[in-house]
């Protein structure tokens, strides 16, 4: 390999290194270049051990098809840092889901948004215009702290929801003249999430009803 390639393969990943520390979520369809190179075991050994001396790790959600950084060991303040970010995204996650069940009824999709998926807003919200059951569950829902829409039109509130569904990069838009939007491996990552919180309420249900058939035993 030449210095030149050397260096672009360097500074490639040092750009990939800035985005994942900066909280990223690296996957095809927001960054396709990014999410080739982490496809490449040497790539993420490179980038693990880069990350292993700050004590970050790299990790994956969804079978490798989304990649963002986690910590590599937990201390009080990762801890801290980590519960804090696991409340945003669990008081998050009642309207994310809701607008989720919007788009999939609205749309007649079998299944919710994965990576990939395109939105087209004008046709979404021609449908949700057209049917009130609808804009009901679009007004409810815009109006959470996570949207807060205090319009009471269903333009501006669908508007306002995209928009700030754009900022927390579950969704990409990538022609600014156009109005389709493309669901991003974000939402993958949350499913995994929400499937998390299942198991362990799951688990902890389980844990209960075991110590209550031991304490009626005692």
């Not at 990223?24 to 496809?39: G, H, K, N, P």
């Not at 993420?44 to 060991?73: K, M, P």
């Not at 939007?181 to 389980?206: C, H, M, N, P, Q």
Request: proline share 2%; with cysteine.
């Amino acid at each position: 390999m030449s210095h030149e390639s050397t260096g672009s393969v360097m500074v490639g990943t040092s750009a990939l290194i800035e985005s994942l520390l900066k909280g990223d979520f690296v996957c095809r369809t927001t960054d396709e270049d990014s999410w080739r190179a982490l496809q490449n075991q040497a790539t993420r050994d490179r980038i693990e051990q880069y990350l292993n001396q700050i004590n970050r790790t790299l990790a994956s959600a969804a079978e490798g098809e989304v990649y963002f950084c986690g910590y590599l060991e937990l201390g009080d303040n990762e801890r801290k840092v980590i519960s804090s970010q696991f409340r945003d995204i669990c008081q998050s996650l009642t309207p994310l889901v809701e607008w989720l069940v919007l788009v999939q009824e609205s749309s007649g999709a079998d299944a919710p948004l994965t990576q990939g998926a395109p939105i087209r807003l004008t046709e979404l919200q021609t449908r949700i215009e057209d049917t009130p059951a609808f804009r009901e569950q679009l007004s409810q829902l815009s109006q959470y702290r996570l949207f807060g829409s205090t319009s009471s039109a269903a333009d501006n509130q669908i508007k306002l929801v995209f928009k700030r569904l754009l900022e927390l990069g579950y969704l990409i838009r990538p022609n600014k003249d156009k109005q389709i939007y493309i669901a991003t491996g974000k939402l993958d990552y949350l499913y995994e999430v929400i499937r998390f919180i299942d198991e362990t309420e799951a688990l902890s249900l389980e844990a209960q009803a075991e110590t209550i058939t031991q304490a009626d035993l005692i």
